[in-house]
Protein backbone atom coordinates (compact mmCIF):
# COMPACT_ATOMS: atom_id res chain seq x y z
CA UNK A 1 0.00 0.00 0.00
CA UNK A 2 2.55 2.64 1.02
CA UNK A 3 4.49 1.56 -2.20
CA UNK A 4 1.85 2.16 -4.41
CA UNK A 5 1.26 5.80 -2.84
CA UNK A 6 4.95 6.20 -3.14
CA UNK A 7 5.13 5.28 -6.44
CA UNK A 8 1.88 7.48 -7.67
CA UNK A 9 3.07 10.39 -5.61
CA UNK A 10 6.67 10.07 -7.35
CA UNK A 11 4.84 10.23 -10.74
CA UNK A 12 2.77 13.40 -9.60
CA UNK A 13 6.27 14.92 -8.51
CA UNK A 14 8.73 13.94 -10.85
CA UNK A 15 7.18 15.77 -13.77
CA UNK A 16 7.20 18.97 -11.74
CA UNK A 17 10.63 18.01 -10.92
CA UNK A 18 11.87 18.09 -14.37
CA UNK A 19 9.82 21.22 -15.59
CA UNK A 20 11.46 23.53 -12.40
CA UNK A 21 14.69 21.90 -13.37
CA UNK A 22 14.32 23.06 -17.11
CA UNK A 23 13.29 26.23 -16.00
CA UNK A 24 16.75 26.77 -13.93
CA UNK A 25 18.62 25.74 -16.85
CA UNK A 26 17.12 27.89 -19.25
CA UNK A 27 17.84 30.55 -17.22
CA UNK A 28 21.10 30.32 -16.95
CA UNK A 29 21.83 29.29 -19.97
CA UNK A 30 20.05 32.59 -21.16
CA UNK A 31 21.92 34.47 -18.71
CA UNK A 32 25.14 33.54 -19.65
CA UNK A 33 24.27 34.11 -23.43
CA UNK A 34 22.40 37.41 -23.39
CA UNK A 35 25.63 38.57 -20.87
CA UNK A 36 28.20 37.55 -23.71
CA UNK A 37 25.88 38.96 -26.78
CA UNK A 38 24.81 41.94 -25.57
CA UNK A 39 26.71 42.46 -22.51
CA UNK A 40 23.25 43.20 -20.36
CA UNK A 41 23.16 41.88 -16.74
CA UNK A 42 21.15 42.70 -13.44
CA UNK A 43 22.70 44.14 -10.48
CA UNK A 44 23.47 41.93 -8.24
CA UNK A 45 23.12 38.24 -7.23
CA UNK A 46 19.80 38.62 -5.08
CA UNK A 47 18.21 40.06 -7.85
CA UNK A 48 19.14 37.38 -10.05
CA UNK A 49 17.81 34.56 -7.37
CA UNK A 50 14.27 36.88 -6.88
CA UNK A 51 14.30 36.65 -11.39
CA UNK A 52 14.83 33.14 -11.67
CA UNK A 53 11.64 33.19 -8.53
CA UNK A 54 9.67 34.41 -10.83
CA UNK A 55 10.41 32.64 -13.70
CA UNK A 56 9.46 29.69 -11.47
CA UNK A 57 6.56 30.38 -10.53
CA UNK A 58 5.56 31.29 -14.24
CA UNK A 59 6.67 28.33 -15.03
CA UNK A 60 4.68 26.57 -12.59
CA UNK A 61 1.49 28.07 -13.68
CA UNK A 62 2.33 26.94 -17.25
CA UNK A 63 3.14 23.62 -16.24
CA UNK A 64 -0.22 23.19 -14.35
CA UNK A 65 -1.82 23.86 -17.42
CA UNK A 66 0.26 21.75 -19.89
CA UNK A 67 -0.27 18.01 -21.39
CA UNK A 68 2.50 17.04 -21.01
CA UNK A 69 6.11 18.05 -19.74
CA UNK A 70 7.96 17.74 -23.54
CA UNK A 71 5.24 19.84 -24.61
CA UNK A 72 5.91 22.50 -21.33
CA UNK A 73 9.66 22.82 -22.41
CA UNK A 74 8.77 23.27 -25.43
CA UNK A 75 6.54 26.30 -24.72
CA UNK A 76 8.19 27.90 -22.04
CA UNK A 77 11.49 27.83 -24.43
CA UNK A 78 9.65 29.69 -26.85
CA UNK A 79 7.68 32.33 -24.50
CA UNK A 80 10.96 32.83 -22.17
CA UNK A 81 13.11 33.20 -24.69
CA UNK A 82 11.25 35.78 -26.92
CA UNK A 83 10.71 37.73 -23.98
CA UNK A 84 14.05 37.56 -22.84
CA UNK A 85 15.98 38.06 -26.28
CA UNK A 86 13.36 40.86 -27.18
CA UNK A 87 14.43 42.86 -24.18
CA UNK A 88 18.00 42.68 -24.33
CA UNK A 89 18.25 43.79 -27.86
CA UNK A 90 16.04 46.75 -27.25
CA UNK A 91 18.35 47.62 -24.16
CA UNK A 92 21.20 47.06 -26.84
CA UNK A 93 20.30 49.02 -29.42
CA UNK A 94 18.19 51.91 -28.09
CA UNK A 95 19.34 51.97 -24.27
CA UNK A 96 16.20 50.61 -22.91
CA UNK A 97 14.11 47.60 -21.59
CA UNK A 98 10.67 46.90 -22.91
CA UNK A 99 7.98 48.36 -21.48
CA UNK A 100 4.06 47.84 -21.92
CA UNK A 101 3.80 50.18 -24.33
CA UNK A 102 5.64 48.31 -26.68
CA UNK A 103 3.09 45.50 -26.98
CA UNK A 104 0.93 47.92 -28.62
CA UNK A 105 3.31 49.45 -30.76
CA UNK A 106 4.93 46.01 -31.84
CA UNK A 107 2.73 46.04 -35.63
CA UNK A 108 4.34 49.05 -36.22
CA UNK A 109 7.83 47.07 -36.44
CA UNK A 110 6.49 44.69 -38.71
CA UNK A 111 6.15 47.69 -41.51
CA UNK A 112 9.95 48.71 -40.82
CA UNK A 113 10.75 45.24 -42.05
CA UNK A 114 10.63 42.29 -45.08
CA UNK A 115 11.82 39.50 -46.58
CA UNK A 116 13.30 37.00 -43.44
CA UNK A 117 13.11 39.75 -40.85
CA UNK A 118 9.39 40.42 -41.44
CA UNK A 119 9.25 36.41 -41.22
CA UNK A 120 11.03 36.23 -38.00
CA UNK A 121 9.29 39.09 -36.46
CA UNK A 122 5.79 37.62 -36.85
CA UNK A 123 7.16 33.78 -35.95
CA UNK A 124 8.61 35.32 -33.01
CA UNK A 125 4.94 36.59 -31.90
CA UNK A 126 2.80 33.52 -33.44
CA UNK A 127 5.10 30.78 -32.36
CA UNK A 128 4.97 31.59 -28.92
CA UNK A 129 0.79 31.72 -28.66
CA UNK A 130 0.16 28.53 -30.97
CA UNK A 131 2.44 26.48 -28.66
CA UNK A 132 0.50 27.72 -25.72
CA UNK A 133 -2.64 26.71 -27.07
CA UNK A 134 -0.76 23.66 -28.23
CA UNK A 135 0.74 22.80 -24.04
CA UNK A 136 -2.45 23.50 -22.55
CA UNK A 137 -5.12 20.65 -22.01
CA UNK A 138 -7.71 22.32 -22.12
CA UNK A 139 -10.00 19.85 -20.43
CA UNK A 140 -8.51 19.43 -17.27
CA UNK A 141 -9.89 21.12 -14.29
CA UNK A 142 -6.77 22.17 -13.28
CA UNK A 143 -5.78 23.86 -16.49
CA UNK A 144 -8.76 26.21 -16.23
CA UNK A 145 -8.09 26.93 -12.02
CA UNK A 146 -4.53 28.16 -13.18
CA UNK A 147 -6.29 30.63 -16.17
CA UNK A 148 -8.90 31.67 -13.05
CA UNK A 149 -5.85 32.51 -10.97
CA UNK A 150 -3.97 34.07 -13.82
CA UNK A 151 -7.25 35.99 -14.63
CA UNK A 152 -7.51 37.02 -10.98
CA UNK A 153 -4.02 38.61 -10.69
CA UNK A 154 -4.38 40.19 -14.38
CA UNK A 155 -7.76 41.68 -12.69
CA UNK A 156 -6.31 42.66 -9.54
CA UNK A 157 -3.66 44.76 -11.43
CA UNK A 158 -6.06 46.41 -13.63
CA UNK A 159 -8.90 47.53 -10.70
CA UNK A 160 -5.98 48.50 -8.05
CA UNK A 161 -3.05 49.82 -10.19
CA UNK A 162 -1.67 52.40 -8.14
CA UNK A 163 -1.28 50.66 -4.83
CA UNK A 164 0.20 47.86 -6.28
CA UNK A 165 2.67 50.27 -8.23
CA UNK A 166 3.09 52.20 -4.30
CA UNK A 167 4.16 48.75 -2.97
CA UNK A 168 6.14 47.12 -5.76
CA UNK A 169 7.68 50.80 -6.02
CA UNK A 170 8.40 50.83 -2.28
CA UNK A 171 9.81 47.38 -2.50
CA UNK A 172 11.89 47.16 -5.58
CA UNK A 173 12.49 50.64 -5.98
CA UNK A 174 11.82 53.53 -8.83
CA UNK A 175 13.87 55.53 -11.33
CA UNK A 176 11.68 57.58 -14.01
CA UNK A 177 14.96 58.48 -15.56
CA UNK A 178 17.15 55.23 -15.51
CA UNK A 179 15.06 52.66 -16.84
CA UNK A 180 17.87 50.28 -17.63
CA UNK A 181 18.55 50.68 -13.88
CA UNK A 182 14.92 49.50 -12.93
CA UNK A 183 15.03 46.75 -15.00
CA UNK A 184 18.80 45.52 -13.16
CA UNK A 185 17.04 45.71 -9.92
CA UNK A 186 14.23 43.99 -10.76
CA UNK A 187 14.58 41.20 -13.81
CA UNK A 188 12.25 41.45 -16.22
CA UNK A 189 8.84 39.76 -15.07
CA UNK A 190 8.61 42.14 -11.90
CA UNK A 191 9.77 44.92 -14.33
CA UNK A 192 6.91 44.73 -16.60
CA UNK A 193 4.18 44.03 -13.88
CA UNK A 194 5.77 47.03 -11.92
CA UNK A 195 5.82 49.40 -15.06
CA UNK A 196 2.17 47.69 -16.41
CA UNK A 197 0.81 48.20 -13.13
CA UNK A 198 2.46 52.16 -13.27
CA UNK A 199 0.90 53.00 -16.98
CA UNK A 200 -2.77 51.89 -15.48
CA UNK A 201 -2.59 54.37 -12.89
CA UNK A 202 -1.67 57.15 -14.82
CA UNK A 203 -5.21 56.73 -16.20
CA UNK A 204 -6.49 59.86 -14.66
CA UNK A 205 -9.07 62.35 -15.37
CA UNK A 206 -8.45 65.27 -17.58
CA UNK A 207 -7.15 68.19 -15.84
CA UNK A 208 -10.21 70.43 -14.92
CA UNK A 209 -10.55 74.30 -15.65
CA UNK A 210 -9.32 75.51 -12.41
CA UNK A 211 -5.93 73.05 -13.12
CA UNK A 212 -5.25 74.08 -16.25
CA UNK A 213 -6.16 78.06 -15.08
CA UNK A 214 -3.62 77.30 -12.34
CA UNK A 215 -0.77 75.90 -15.01
CA UNK A 216 -1.13 78.81 -17.20
CA UNK A 217 0.17 81.33 -14.16
CA UNK A 218 3.08 78.93 -13.91
CA UNK A 219 3.74 78.94 -17.60
CA UNK A 220 3.04 82.31 -18.39
CA UNK A 221 5.76 83.12 -16.13
CA UNK A 222 8.50 81.78 -18.26
CA UNK A 223 6.60 82.18 -21.30
CA UNK A 224 7.16 84.68 -24.03
CA UNK A 225 6.01 84.53 -27.90
CA UNK A 226 8.72 86.46 -29.56
CA UNK A 227 11.67 84.97 -30.51
CA UNK A 228 13.73 88.30 -29.67
CA UNK A 229 16.84 86.42 -31.53
CA UNK A 230 15.13 86.53 -34.93
CA UNK A 231 12.03 89.02 -33.98
CA UNK A 232 13.66 91.58 -36.04
CA UNK A 233 13.96 89.37 -39.29
CA UNK A 234 10.15 88.74 -39.37
CA UNK A 235 7.88 90.21 -42.13
CA UNK A 236 4.40 89.36 -43.20
CA UNK A 237 4.51 87.51 -46.03
CA UNK A 238 2.54 84.60 -46.91
CA UNK A 239 5.75 82.23 -48.00
CA UNK A 240 5.89 78.71 -48.42
CA UNK A 241 6.84 76.52 -45.11
CA UNK A 242 9.19 73.30 -45.76
CA UNK A 243 10.40 71.32 -42.88
CA UNK A 244 12.25 68.68 -43.62
CA UNK A 245 12.82 65.71 -40.98
CA UNK A 246 15.89 64.05 -41.67
CA UNK A 247 16.08 60.26 -40.57
CA UNK A 248 18.88 59.68 -37.79
CA UNK A 249 20.47 62.91 -39.80
CA UNK A 250 24.01 63.20 -36.94
CA UNK A 251 27.63 64.35 -37.36
CA UNK A 252 29.72 61.21 -37.73
CA UNK A 253 33.09 62.92 -37.38
CA UNK A 254 32.62 63.32 -33.47
CA UNK A 255 33.04 59.18 -33.68
CA UNK A 256 37.01 60.38 -33.20
CA UNK A 257 37.78 56.23 -32.32
CA UNK A 258 36.53 55.40 -35.56
CA UNK A 259 39.42 57.07 -37.56
CA UNK A 260 36.92 57.83 -40.43
CA UNK A 261 38.82 58.67 -43.37
CA UNK A 262 36.59 61.22 -44.71
CA UNK A 263 33.74 63.58 -43.57
CA UNK A 264 30.71 62.22 -44.59
CA UNK A 265 29.17 65.64 -44.85
CA UNK A 266 28.64 67.08 -48.12
CA UNK A 267 30.85 70.16 -47.94
CA UNK A 268 28.54 72.62 -48.95
CA UNK A 269 26.39 70.89 -46.31
CA UNK A 270 29.08 71.36 -43.91
CA UNK A 271 29.60 75.52 -45.03
CA UNK A 272 25.83 76.19 -45.13
CA UNK A 273 25.37 74.22 -41.54
CA UNK A 274 28.65 76.27 -40.03
CA UNK A 275 26.95 79.74 -41.42
CA UNK A 276 23.86 78.61 -39.07
CA UNK A 277 26.13 78.84 -36.44
CA UNK A 278 26.06 75.04 -36.36
CA UNK A 279 22.68 75.31 -34.31
CA UNK A 280 21.12 71.85 -33.04
CA UNK A 281 17.42 70.47 -32.40
CA UNK A 282 17.46 69.10 -28.79
CA UNK A 283 15.04 66.41 -29.61
CA UNK A 284 12.86 64.03 -27.31
CA UNK A 285 14.25 60.17 -28.17
CA UNK A 286 17.28 58.58 -29.11
CA UNK A 287 17.27 56.17 -31.99
CA UNK A 288 14.16 55.59 -32.10
CA UNK A 289 10.35 56.91 -31.88
CA UNK A 290 10.91 59.64 -34.63
CA UNK A 291 7.03 60.10 -33.65
CA UNK A 292 7.66 62.03 -31.13
CA UNK A 293 9.76 64.36 -32.63
CA UNK A 294 7.24 64.89 -35.33
CA UNK A 295 4.63 65.64 -32.51
CA UNK A 296 7.27 68.59 -31.01
CA UNK A 297 8.26 70.12 -34.18
CA UNK A 298 4.62 70.09 -35.63
CA UNK A 299 2.49 71.37 -31.97
CA UNK A 300 5.21 73.04 -30.28
CA UNK A 301 4.59 71.54 -26.77
CA UNK A 302 6.93 68.51 -25.40
CA UNK A 303 7.02 64.83 -25.02
CA UNK A 304 7.77 63.76 -21.44
CA UNK A 305 6.90 60.28 -21.33
CA UNK A 306 8.64 57.09 -23.02
CA UNK A 307 5.76 56.12 -25.39
CA UNK A 308 4.79 57.53 -28.61
CA UNK A 309 2.58 60.38 -28.08
CA UNK A 310 0.62 60.03 -31.69
CA UNK A 311 -0.72 56.92 -30.46
CA UNK A 312 -1.08 57.22 -26.72
CA UNK A 313 -1.52 60.83 -25.87
CA UNK A 314 -3.08 62.75 -29.18
CA UNK A 315 -7.02 61.93 -29.16
CA UNK A 316 -8.34 64.98 -30.36
CA UNK A 317 -8.16 67.43 -32.82
CA UNK A 318 -6.17 70.63 -31.96
CA UNK A 319 -4.69 73.50 -33.64
CA UNK A 320 -0.91 72.77 -34.30
CA UNK A 321 1.41 74.26 -36.57
CA UNK A 322 -0.40 72.62 -39.74
CA UNK A 323 -3.92 73.69 -38.59
CA UNK A 324 -2.77 77.37 -37.24
CA UNK A 325 -1.73 77.49 -41.22
CA UNK A 326 -5.09 75.97 -42.55
CA UNK A 327 -6.29 79.05 -40.97
CA UNK A 328 -4.20 81.04 -42.54
CA UNK A 329 -5.13 79.87 -46.22
CA UNK A 330 -2.34 77.79 -46.45
CA UNK A 331 -2.77 73.98 -47.78
CA UNK A 332 -1.26 71.61 -45.71
CA UNK A 333 1.04 68.12 -46.83
CA UNK A 334 3.04 65.27 -45.36
CA UNK A 335 5.14 63.35 -47.35
CA UNK A 336 6.79 60.03 -45.65
CA UNK A 337 7.58 56.83 -48.28
CA UNK A 338 6.32 54.43 -45.48
CA UNK A 339 3.52 52.55 -44.83
CA UNK A 340 0.61 55.33 -43.59
CA UNK A 341 -0.71 53.56 -40.63
CA UNK A 342 2.90 53.43 -39.16
CA UNK A 343 2.53 55.31 -35.40
CA UNK A 344 -0.85 56.24 -36.04
CA UNK A 345 0.13 58.70 -38.39
CA UNK A 346 -3.10 58.29 -40.43
CA UNK A 347 -5.48 59.42 -37.50
CA UNK A 348 -2.33 61.58 -35.86
CA UNK A 349 -1.77 63.94 -39.24
CA UNK A 350 -5.30 64.39 -39.68
CA UNK A 351 -5.64 65.64 -35.99
CA UNK A 352 -3.13 68.38 -36.18
CA UNK A 353 -4.10 70.04 -39.58
CA UNK A 354 -2.55 68.01 -42.14
CA UNK A 355 -4.66 68.04 -45.66
CA UNK A 356 -3.19 65.95 -47.89
CA UNK A 357 -0.67 62.61 -46.60
CA UNK A 358 1.49 61.06 -49.09
CA UNK A 359 2.98 57.91 -47.95
CA UNK A 360 4.29 54.75 -49.73
CA UNK A 361 1.50 53.77 -52.56
CA UNK A 362 1.40 57.67 -53.52
CA UNK A 363 5.44 56.86 -54.52
CA UNK A 364 7.02 54.95 -57.43
CA UNK A 365 9.43 52.80 -55.50
CA UNK A 366 12.26 53.41 -57.89
CA UNK A 367 15.54 53.98 -55.95
CA UNK A 368 15.44 51.19 -52.55
CA UNK A 369 18.18 50.81 -50.25
CA UNK A 370 16.66 47.67 -49.53
CA UNK A 371 13.21 48.50 -48.15
CA UNK A 372 13.91 52.23 -47.90
CA UNK A 373 13.19 54.91 -50.60
CA UNK A 374 16.15 56.90 -51.23
CA UNK A 375 16.23 60.74 -50.38
CA UNK A 376 17.08 61.62 -54.07
CA UNK A 377 13.81 59.90 -55.42
CA UNK A 378 11.82 60.69 -52.49
CA UNK A 379 12.82 64.68 -53.08
CA UNK A 380 12.66 64.64 -56.53
CA UNK A 381 8.97 63.16 -56.39
CA UNK A 382 7.73 66.01 -53.75
CA UNK A 383 9.19 68.32 -55.87
CA UNK A 384 7.06 67.60 -59.04
CA UNK A 385 4.02 67.11 -56.85
CA UNK A 386 4.41 70.31 -55.21
CA UNK A 387 6.49 71.99 -57.94
CA UNK A 388 3.25 73.95 -59.91
CA UNK A 389 1.88 75.20 -56.50
CA UNK A 390 5.22 76.81 -55.29
CA UNK A 391 4.12 80.33 -57.26
CA UNK A 392 0.86 79.85 -56.38
CA UNK A 393 -1.65 82.25 -55.05
CA UNK A 394 -2.53 79.66 -51.56
CA UNK A 395 0.81 79.14 -49.83
CA UNK A 396 2.09 75.59 -48.91
CA UNK A 397 3.33 73.90 -45.50
CA UNK A 398 5.63 70.94 -47.23
CA UNK A 399 6.97 68.64 -44.68
CA UNK A 400 8.73 66.03 -45.77
CA UNK A 401 9.89 62.95 -43.14
CA UNK A 402 13.05 61.12 -44.69
CA UNK A 403 12.78 57.03 -44.78
CA UNK A 404 16.20 56.05 -45.53
CA UNK A 405 18.80 56.30 -43.02
CA UNK A 406 17.39 53.12 -40.35
CA UNK A 407 19.76 51.09 -38.95
CA UNK A 408 21.49 48.70 -40.08
CA UNK A 409 21.69 51.31 -42.97
CA UNK A 410 21.63 49.68 -45.88
CA UNK A 411 22.89 50.63 -49.36
CA UNK A 412 22.04 49.70 -52.91
CA UNK A 413 24.68 49.19 -55.91
CA UNK A 414 24.02 52.48 -56.80
CA UNK A 415 25.45 53.96 -53.55
CA UNK A 416 29.05 52.12 -53.05
CA UNK A 417 30.86 52.55 -50.14
CA UNK A 418 33.34 55.99 -49.84
CA UNK A 419 33.74 56.39 -46.65
CA UNK A 420 35.93 53.53 -44.11
CA UNK A 421 36.66 53.29 -40.47
CA UNK A 422 38.80 51.11 -38.46
CA UNK A 423 38.53 47.62 -38.07
CA UNK A 424 35.51 46.58 -36.13
CA UNK A 425 33.89 49.92 -36.54
CA UNK A 426 31.73 48.43 -38.83
CA UNK A 427 27.83 50.22 -37.86
CA UNK A 428 29.78 53.70 -37.98
CA UNK A 429 31.28 53.01 -41.04
CA UNK A 430 27.88 52.00 -42.62
CA UNK A 431 26.11 54.97 -41.06
CA UNK A 432 28.74 57.44 -42.44
CA UNK A 433 28.28 55.99 -45.80
CA UNK A 434 24.48 56.65 -45.17
CA UNK A 435 24.96 60.14 -44.05
CA UNK A 436 27.46 60.55 -46.98
CA UNK A 437 24.56 60.11 -49.25
CA UNK A 438 22.19 61.74 -47.36
CA UNK A 439 23.43 64.85 -47.22
CA UNK A 440 24.57 65.10 -50.75
CA UNK A 441 21.25 64.13 -51.80
CA UNK A 442 19.43 66.78 -49.51
CA UNK A 443 21.93 69.69 -51.29
CA UNK A 444 21.05 68.59 -53.98
CA UNK A 445 17.42 68.92 -53.21
CA UNK A 446 17.95 72.19 -51.70
CA UNK A 447 19.26 73.86 -54.41
CA UNK A 448 16.55 73.12 -56.99
CA UNK A 449 13.82 74.18 -54.15
CA UNK A 450 15.81 77.18 -53.50
CA UNK A 451 15.64 78.14 -56.85
CA UNK A 452 12.02 77.14 -57.52
CA UNK A 453 10.91 79.02 -53.96
CA UNK A 454 13.60 81.47 -53.13
CA UNK A 455 11.47 82.98 -50.61
CA UNK A 456 10.67 80.02 -48.71
CA UNK A 457 10.87 79.12 -45.14
CA UNK A 458 13.20 76.39 -44.77
CA UNK A 459 13.71 73.92 -41.91
CA UNK A 460 15.60 70.82 -41.66
CA UNK A 461 16.82 68.35 -39.09
CA UNK A 462 17.90 65.13 -37.68
CA UNK A 463 15.04 63.34 -35.86
CA UNK A 464 17.44 61.56 -33.23
CA UNK A 465 20.72 60.53 -32.88
CA UNK A 466 21.58 57.08 -34.81
CA UNK A 467 21.62 54.05 -32.75
CA UNK A 468 25.72 52.68 -33.88
CA UNK A 469 26.03 49.16 -31.31
CA UNK A 470 24.74 47.36 -28.26
CA UNK A 471 24.72 49.70 -25.02
CA UNK A 472 25.78 52.80 -26.83
CA UNK A 473 28.62 51.10 -28.56
CA UNK A 474 30.47 53.19 -31.39
CA UNK A 475 29.63 56.37 -29.03
CA UNK A 476 31.26 54.88 -26.09
CA UNK A 477 34.49 54.15 -28.01
CA UNK A 478 35.04 57.71 -28.47
CA UNK A 479 33.73 58.86 -24.76
CA UNK A 480 30.90 60.67 -26.23
CA UNK A 481 28.94 58.61 -24.20
CA UNK A 482 28.98 55.71 -21.01
CA UNK A 483 27.92 51.89 -21.86
CA UNK A 484 24.97 52.69 -19.47
CA UNK A 485 22.62 55.76 -19.46
CA UNK A 486 23.12 55.66 -15.50
CA UNK A 487 26.49 56.75 -15.82
CA UNK A 488 26.02 59.64 -18.08
CA UNK A 489 27.15 62.86 -16.80
CA UNK A 490 25.73 66.22 -17.49
CA UNK A 491 26.79 66.97 -20.64
CA UNK A 492 26.35 63.63 -22.26
CA UNK A 493 22.70 64.23 -21.61
CA UNK A 494 22.87 67.16 -23.44
CA UNK A 495 25.00 65.27 -26.24
CA UNK A 496 22.39 62.41 -26.16
CA UNK A 497 19.68 64.55 -27.62
CA UNK A 498 21.68 67.32 -29.80
CA UNK A 499 21.18 66.48 -34.01
CA UNK A 500 22.11 69.60 -36.66
CA UNK A 501 19.56 72.26 -37.42
CA UNK A 502 19.29 74.52 -40.07
CA UNK A 503 16.93 77.04 -40.73
CA UNK A 504 16.72 79.02 -43.84
CA UNK A 505 15.23 82.32 -43.88
CA UNK A 506 14.21 82.92 -47.68
CA UNK A 507 16.71 85.23 -49.36
CA UNK A 508 18.15 85.83 -46.00
CA UNK A 509 20.15 83.13 -45.49
CA UNK A 510 20.33 80.91 -42.35
CA UNK A 511 19.29 81.79 -39.29
CA UNK A 512 21.72 81.63 -36.12
CA UNK A 513 19.70 79.76 -33.29
CA UNK A 514 22.38 77.60 -30.74
CA UNK A 515 20.49 74.79 -29.06
CA UNK A 516 16.85 74.86 -29.68
CA UNK A 517 14.26 72.56 -28.10
CA UNK A 518 12.57 70.57 -30.96
CA UNK A 519 9.31 72.02 -29.27
CA UNK A 520 10.02 75.72 -30.22
CA UNK A 521 10.66 74.90 -33.88
CA UNK A 522 6.72 75.68 -34.50
CA UNK A 523 6.92 78.81 -32.30
CA UNK A 524 9.95 79.98 -34.47
CA UNK A 525 8.54 79.62 -38.10
CA UNK A 526 5.56 81.61 -36.36
CA UNK A 527 7.40 84.27 -35.40
CA UNK A 528 9.87 84.64 -39.24
CA UNK A 529 6.28 84.27 -40.95
CA UNK A 530 4.94 87.27 -38.43
CA UNK A 531 2.22 85.16 -37.77
CA UNK A 532 1.44 86.97 -34.49
CA UNK A 533 -2.00 85.37 -33.96
CA UNK A 534 -2.87 83.38 -30.40
CA UNK A 535 -1.50 79.43 -30.79
CA UNK A 536 -0.51 76.62 -28.63
CA UNK A 537 2.56 77.12 -29.76
CA UNK A 538 3.51 80.55 -27.54
CA UNK A 539 2.90 77.88 -24.79
CA UNK A 540 6.46 76.15 -24.69
CA UNK A 541 8.38 79.44 -26.35
CA UNK A 542 10.25 80.54 -23.24
CA UNK A 543 11.63 84.20 -23.01
CA UNK A 544 15.34 83.47 -24.81
CA UNK A 545 16.47 84.77 -21.25
CA UNK A 546 15.68 82.22 -20.23
CA UNK A 547 17.70 78.89 -20.35
CA UNK A 548 15.72 76.42 -22.58
CA UNK A 549 14.80 73.10 -20.85
CA UNK A 550 14.50 69.93 -22.81
CA UNK A 551 12.11 67.65 -20.76
CA UNK A 552 13.29 64.01 -21.01
CA UNK A 553 11.56 61.24 -19.35
CA UNK A 554 12.19 60.95 -15.20
CA UNK A 555 14.23 64.30 -15.66
CA UNK A 556 15.18 67.50 -17.42
CA UNK A 557 18.11 69.07 -18.91
CA UNK A 558 18.47 72.83 -18.79
CA UNK A 559 20.51 74.73 -21.01
CA UNK A 560 22.73 77.73 -21.05
CA UNK A 561 24.96 78.75 -23.53
CA UNK A 562 27.90 76.14 -23.15
CA UNK A 563 26.39 74.76 -19.62
CA UNK A 564 24.09 71.77 -19.37
CA UNK A 565 22.34 71.11 -15.91
CA UNK A 566 20.55 67.83 -15.18
CA UNK A 567 17.45 67.57 -12.82
CA UNK A 568 16.94 63.81 -12.20
CA UNK A 569 13.30 63.12 -10.65
CA UNK A 570 13.79 62.45 -6.89
CA UNK A 571 17.58 63.11 -6.68
CA UNK A 572 17.37 67.35 -7.25
CA UNK A 573 16.09 69.18 -4.48
CA UNK A 574 17.73 72.46 -5.06
CA UNK A 575 16.12 75.32 -6.62
CA UNK A 576 17.52 75.77 -9.78
CA UNK A 577 15.82 72.38 -10.29
CA UNK A 578 12.67 72.99 -8.53
CA UNK A 579 11.68 75.79 -11.33
CA UNK A 580 12.45 73.72 -14.43
CA UNK A 581 10.34 70.94 -12.67
CA UNK A 582 7.53 72.93 -11.98
CA UNK A 583 7.20 74.23 -15.19
CA UNK A 584 7.65 71.15 -17.02
CA UNK A 585 4.68 69.98 -14.81
CA UNK A 586 2.44 72.84 -15.77
CA UNK A 587 3.27 72.02 -19.30
CA UNK A 588 2.41 68.59 -19.29
CA UNK A 589 -1.12 69.96 -17.72
CA UNK A 590 -1.71 72.05 -20.49
CA UNK A 591 -0.81 69.01 -23.15
CA UNK A 592 -2.89 66.70 -21.44
CA UNK A 593 -6.18 68.92 -21.71
CA UNK A 594 -5.49 70.27 -25.05
CA UNK A 595 -4.76 66.47 -27.10
CA UNK A 596 -7.08 64.39 -24.75
CA UNK A 597 -8.63 66.44 -22.22
CA UNK A 598 -12.06 69.29 -22.58
CA UNK A 599 -9.32 71.87 -24.26
CA UNK A 600 -9.70 74.69 -21.47
CA UNK A 601 -6.81 75.37 -22.38
CA UNK A 602 -8.19 77.35 -26.01
CA UNK A 603 -10.33 79.50 -23.89
CA UNK A 604 -7.33 80.77 -22.06
CA UNK A 605 -5.09 81.86 -25.08
CA UNK A 606 -8.10 83.89 -26.07
CA UNK A 607 -7.07 87.58 -26.43
CA UNK A 608 -9.74 90.28 -24.64
CA UNK A 609 -12.82 90.32 -27.04
CA UNK A 610 -10.64 87.28 -29.25
CA UNK A 611 -12.16 84.42 -30.24
CA UNK A 612 -9.29 82.07 -30.60
CA UNK A 613 -11.32 79.42 -29.99
CA UNK A 614 -13.82 79.77 -32.63
CA UNK A 615 -11.32 80.85 -34.93
CA UNK A 616 -9.51 77.31 -34.44
CA UNK A 617 -12.57 75.75 -36.64
CA UNK A 618 -13.50 78.97 -38.02
CA UNK A 619 -13.22 80.22 -41.65
CA UNK A 620 -9.89 79.89 -43.67
CA UNK A 621 -10.89 82.82 -46.20
CA UNK A 622 -10.93 85.34 -43.22
CA UNK A 623 -7.87 84.22 -41.37
CA UNK A 624 -5.76 84.69 -44.24
CA UNK A 625 -6.09 88.42 -43.88
CA UNK A 626 -4.42 88.83 -40.98
CA UNK A 627 -1.00 87.35 -42.49
Not at 187 to 194: E, S, T, V, Y
Not at 282 to 293: D, E, K, Q, R, W
Amino acid sequence: MKSSIRSRLARRLLPWAGALIFVVLWYVAAQIAIAQIFETALQNNWVYARDLGAHLLIGALLFGMSRSLPRFIVTATAIFTALTFGNAMKLAILGAPVAPDDFVAARNMFLLLDGWQLAAAIALVIVPLALLAWAIDWRRGWSWANLGLLGAGIGAVMLAPAPITKVLDATLGNSVWNQPGNFAARGLPLHLLQETARNLSRRVAPPTQSEVTTAFAVVEDGTKSDFVKVSAQSDTRRRNVHMILLESFWDPTLLTASKLDADPFDPAFRALWKSSGESHLLSPVFGGYTANTEFEVLCGLPVTEDNVFFETGLKRSAPCLPAHLVEAGYRTLASHPNAASFWNRVNAYRRIGIQTYWSDRDFLLDDMNRNFLSDASLYRQVLEKIGPELRGSQPLFDYVLTYFGHLDYPLNDRRPKVIHAAPGHETVEAYANTVYYKSRELMAFLKELRQQDPDGLIVLFGDHLPALGPNFGGYTESGILKSQRGDFDDSMMRTLVRTPLVVIDGQRGPVKLGDLPAYQIPALLLELLGDRRPSIMDLANRDPDKAPIRPLPGLNVTLADTETKVCRDGESTDSECARPSHWVEAIKTLRTDIFSGEQHSLKNLDPPGGGFREASVGSAAQLSDQL
